[in-house]
């Protein structure tokens, strides 16, 4: 019985050393509101939007930030912050990772295709580990983005900056890896350009894992929205199937 009892707590020790109560206050104060119902963030004037961005491997394109130049040299990178990603207008943002390429990250960076059926060509992630998704808010030229990743059993906050160079390339500025101490956030300067692969069609955003989740949402009232949104189209499939 002893031994039952102590192999318990150690267990119990284990898991909560891993768990976290997610999100806390510091976390809370810095994202930006959350997902909101019925929301339009008109981002398709600023920017285009019925496709992906993807990592640029052209290195003729640079971008003037602040004061320094940015080019990038052609070269391939897996880091987390260069997955390709949508932005959607109703303030979603996330990783796809493409069905040709399966996990293979570095493949999923070089595969560039024009007008793809991207609902049938990818999938919306955040449930694999360097794919992630969340929301983002405008401010002036910024995509300002509150992202998500899920990782064994802790779930990390990660905010990322992205410039509006022109209606085809974003530069990332920055992505910061929030940790419980202020003192202690990771933020990794990227200097990194995207540019605009035109799709045919989009994954709907209601796909992405995060949006299931209480806690990324500005309110109790819009989540409840959002799943019933969800639970009425559900029921529409089904209704024109049979």
Request: charged content about 25%.
């Amino acid at each position: 019985m002893k031994k039952f009892v102590f192999t318990a707590i150690m267990v119990f020790v284990t898991l909560t050393s891993c768990l976290s109560f997610f999100p806390d206050r510091y976390e809370k104060s810095l994202v930006y509101n959350g997902f909101q119902a019925n929301t339009n963030t008109m981002i398709g004037t600023k920017v285009n939007i019925k496709g992906y961005y993807s990592l640029v491997t052209d290195s003729n394109i640079s971008a003037s930030e602040g004061k320094y130049l940015v080019t990038y040299n052609g070269r391939i990178s897996t880091l987390a912050g260069y997955n390709p990603f949508i932005l959607y207008e109703d303030g979603t943002y996330g990783n796809i990772l493409f069905n040709a390429v399966g996990k293979d990250f570095s493949a999923n960076e070089y595969y560039k295709k024009v007008d793809m059926e991207l609902d049938k060509e990818c999938k919306p992630l955040n449930n694999i580990y360097l794919m992630r998704s969340g929301y983002y808010k405008l401010k002036e030229d910024t995509i300002c983005v509150t992202t998500y990743i899920f990782y064994m059993l802790r779930t990390e906050l990660v905010l990322l900056r992205y410039k509006i160079i022109d209606r085809n390339h974003l530069l990332l500025l920055d992505e910061t890896y929030i940790s419980g101490n202020e003192n202690e956030n990771d933020t990794c300067v990227r200097n990194r350009i995207f540019e605009f692969i035109p799709a045919k069609t989009l994954p709907s955003s209601s796909l992405f894992p995060i949006k299931k989740k209480r806690w990324a949402w500005a309110s109790k009232k819009d989540w409840k929205q959002f799943k019933h949104s969800i639970a009425r189209t559900s029921k529409n499939k089904q209704e024109n199937i049979q």
